[in-house]
């Protein structure tokens, strides 16, 4: 029994060929499903972002499964996997599942410690779920992922720091003045930068918006995406002293704006402050401008050193999350190691009920004079020293389930007790699990007898 992953992403993949493996909401569940169907897929859920497709699947046999997966790919897009295989990554075992978590975290995502992705891995999961296509093992697995990614984000800083320029503009501006409410923005030119931090201050309650450009139709077109108000360039000027941020990226060869202009539109401000960003290149902003009083100028090199400093700050915090992974790799590994165990423990039970009823049908038998609360006190009493008589075996089982020789030991176990007929009993519950293939190196999932195995993630 093997976890497996297999997917492309924005580091494998560039977007013209990410956007050929996009799935449409509304074909995931017959996709997945059709997954499922494959040859030696047992479980499985498909992670489907922008920014990555993964197919995650627990196999019955790892040597074959990226074929059928991929055959899988390749049906599913009308695709020849000529064209694709070299952009695919795939997983196995342990690794798979630390990417998971990886991933679930936000520390394999193009902006690191973003919170988006976790609400897809969640979403995908739960999809799965309903579908009946993940099991014993992805039940556990996912939620276990779900919970980590919450742990990371909640005992860690790293998706507080903004990490792009126009998160950081918005950042600066909040120095300045706590909160944008109420406050007007002044957009001069078209770039995508400068819009794209535009929309960031809008939304964080920057309610007024004036758009500046050379061509007055473009400047409508802007305006029209933030309820905004097109000027020209003149009346811009004249309405500088109105601005509370101004955000400039025009291409232009010259200053835009120079310190006497502005110095001008603050003698009409009365000492309120001035929010100056100049993402141009050439600058756009006279550097002189910042020697206003009460005006506040950065340029493209403020934005990045503040994106760079945070994503060091964010690469600390992730270093503290691949600690949780590990914690929880291990914690997966000793849990997947007690499923072989599962049906040892169940025969024991079972064995110890059955002796236990035939105990007590012959005690009624021979005692037919006691009454139901007298039976029902030897009941208890009986059934208790049969639990602790349990207790010490079922104990050392799950203790030996993760050592060298588990298997031989587990042999043994079942030899002492008498179990074998009892296990040949559950057999006919496993035959929806194909039976494992014991493989050596694989760290997270030891060797275990087939049966056990079947019989555990039935």
């Known amino acids: 029994m093997h976890i497996v992953v297999v997917g492309l992403n924005y580091r494998t993949a560039p977007v013209e060929v990410r956007?050929?493996?996009?799935?449409?909401?509304?074909?995931?569940?017959?996709?997945?499903?059709?997954?499922?169907?494959?040859?030696?897929?047992?479980?499985?859920?498909?992670?489907?972002?922008?920014?990555?497709?993964?197919?995650?699947?627990?196999?019955?046999?790892?040597?074959?499964?990226?074929?059928?997966?991929?055959?899988?790919?390749?049906?599913?897009?009308?695709?020849?996997?000529?064209?694709?295989?070299?952009?695919?990554?795939?997983?196995e075992d342990e690794r798979a599942i630390e990417h998971l978590f990886r991933v679930a975290c936000g520390l394999d995502s193009m902006v690191i410690g973003e919170t988006q992705i976790l609400g897809q891995v969640k979403d995908a999961f739960q999809l799965a779920q309903q579908l009946k296509t993940t099991g014993t093992l992805f039940n556990a697995l996912f939620k276990q992922a779900v919970t980590l990614a919450k742990r990371a984000h909640s005992e860690t800083s790293i998706g507080e720091a903004a990490v792009s320029v126009s998160y950081a503009a918005v950042e600066l501006g909040k120095r300045i003045f706590g909160h944008f409410g109420g406050k007007t923005v002044m957009i001069i030119g078209a770039g995508k930068m400068s819009e794209l931090t535009a929309k960031h201050l809008y939304a964080n309650g920057a309610n007024r918006v004036y758009v500046v450009n050379r061509t007055y139709d473009r400047a409508v077109q802007l305006a029209d995406k933030?309820?905004?108000?097109?000027?020209?360039?003149?009346?811009?000027?004249?309405?500088?002293?109105?601005?509370?941020?101004?955000?400039?990226?025009?291409?232009?060869?010259?200053?835009?704006?120079?310190?006497?202009?502005?110095?001008?539109?603050?003698?009409?401000?009365?000492?309120?402050?001035?929010?100056?960003?100049?993402?141009?290149?050439?600058?756009?902003?006279?550097?002189?401008?910042?020697?206003?009083?009460?005006?506040?100028?950065?340029?493209?090199?403020?934005?990045?050193?503040?994106?760079?400093?945070n994503l060091a700050q964010r690469r600390q915090e992730a270093a503290k999350i691949e600690t949780f992974i590990a914690e929880e790799l291990e914690a997966f590994r000793q849990w997947y190691k007690t499923l072989g165990v599962v049906p040892l423990i169940r025969a024991l039970q079972d064995k110890a009920a059955a002796i236990h009823e035939e105990t007590m049908d012959s005690l009624a038998n021979k005692l037919p004079d006691l009454d139901e609360r007298e039976l029902k006190v030897i009941r208890k009493l009986t059934k208790?020293?049969?639990?602790?008589?349990?207790?010490?075996?079922?104990?050392?089982?799950?203790?030996?389930?993760?050592?060298?020789?588990?298997?031989?030991?587990?042999?043994?176990?079942?030899?002492?007790?008498?179990?074998?007929?009892?296990?040949t009993k559950q057999q006919p519950d496993t035959a929806a699990a194909p039976a494992a293939e014991p493989q050596s190196g694989h760290a997270a999932f030891g060797a275990k007898t087939p049966g056990a195995i079947a019989a555990a993630t039935s």
């Open 19 to 91: 956007e050929r493996f996009t799935f449409q909401e509304r074909d995931l569940p017959e996709a997945l499903k059709q997954l499922q169907h494959t040859t030696s897929i047992l479980e499985c859920v498909i992670v489907a972002t922008c920014n990555r497709t993964e197919l995650y699947a627990v196999v019955d046999r790892n040597h074959l499964c990226g074929h059928y997966i991929r055959h899988f790919m390749e049906q599913w897009f009308k695709l020849p996997r000529e064209q694709f295989t070299q952009d695919l990554y795939m997983y």
């Open 226 to 309: 933030f309820n905004g108000i097109p000027l020209g360039m003149d009346e811009a000027i004249r309405r500088l002293g109105e601005a509370d941020i101004v955000i400039s990226s025009t291409g232009s060869d010259g200053y835009v704006l120079d310190r006497e202009r502005v110095a001008a539109a603050m003698s009409r401000r009365k000492s309120r402050p001035l929010f100056m960003i100049d993402i141009a290149v050439p600058r756009d902003l006279d550097p002189a401008i910042a020697s206003v009083e009460n005006v506040f100028l950065y340029d493209i090199d403020d934005l990045e050193g503040i994106v760079e400093s």
């Open 384 to 423: 208790s020293i049969v639990n602790q008589m349990m207790h010490d075996p079922i104990l050392r089982l799950k203790e030996i389930a993760g050592e060298k020789h588990a298997e031989d030991a587990m042999e043994l176990f079942v030899k002492l007790f008498a179990l074998e007929d009892r296990l």
